[in-house]
């Protein structure tokens, strides 16, 4: 909080606030934070929320709910589109999740009836090279995905193509049997770039269309061709 340049941090009955009109995004706070937390974030209501939708009601198609994590508060993700479906001015939105693919069976199946699809990231093939990568095997990640695509709600998988670090290639023929069992599900490569990141990983390379092109031909020439690429290499 001191090193704050604008004073845009207070403390309050022990919780950081963060005021927004004054803050100038300088990112001092992220850079001093041990965790790199940020306390850039409010704290909305799912009528604030509501409120927000009903003002752009007539510039939007849906909503998609990302983070972090947005599923580690399902509870407020399930009375969102609950209400959003409830709502005669909202019901024609749809309601979408980026996740990571960790909820459980037993939470997609309290979330699915609400939502209308999730986009999943799966970063690595093999369970040994996602828990170098992020901490946590794939088993989960992989469970959520098929019960996705079986329910038809399976908006999007992701790749995230990191050069020297993910396994794609490694394991293409598993890989896109995988893909193709999903049905007519987009896939999206993602190309890595370091902006933002810590640790690590900010001395990886950047994928390159190079990088991003070989992962593609490599599915499509086993019969994966729904693909989306980068809009954008960094």
């Keep these: 909080m001191p090193q704050c340049p604008h004073q845009a941090l207070s403390l309050h009955a022990g919780k950081v606030i963060w005021q927004a009109d004054i803050c100038q995004q300088c990112d001092s ?4 934070c041990p965790q790199q937390a940020t306390p850039m974030a409010q704290t909305m209501s799912v009528e604030e ?7 752009a009601r ?15 508060q399902l509870p407020f993700l399930l009375a969102l589109f609950s209400a959003i479906k409830a709502d005669p001015q909202l019901r024609q939105l749809t309601c979408l999740v980026d996740s990571n693919g960790l909820l459980s069976e037993t939470g997609w199946q309290k979330l699915l009836p609400v939502c209308d699809g999730a986009m999943i990231d799966l970063k690595a093939w093999s369970s040994e090279c996602h828990l170098v990568l992020t901490g946590r095997d794939n088993k989960q990640i992989k469970r959520s995905i098929l019960l996705l695509a079986d329910r038809g709600k399976l908006a999007e998988l992701r790749l995230l193509v990191i050069p020297g670090q993910v396994d794609y290639l490694e394991h293409i023929e598993p890989l896109a049997a995988f893909i193709s069992q999903l049905g007519d599900v987009p896939v999206r490569l993602n190309a890595f770039h370091a902006h933002g990141v810590y640790g690590e990983a900010r001395t990886w390379p950047g994928a390159t269309p190079e990088d991003v092109n070989q992962l593609a031909k490599a599915l499509r020439a086993r019969g994966v061709e729904k693909l989306i690429f980068p809009a ?3």
């Design 29 to 32: 706070c992220l850079k001093m």
């Design 49 to 55: 929320v509501l409120a927000h939708l009903h003002k």
């Design 58 to 72: 007539f510039f939007i198609e849906g909503i998609t709910v990302s983070g972090g994590e947005a599923t580690t």
């Design 232 to 234: 954008l290499y960094l």
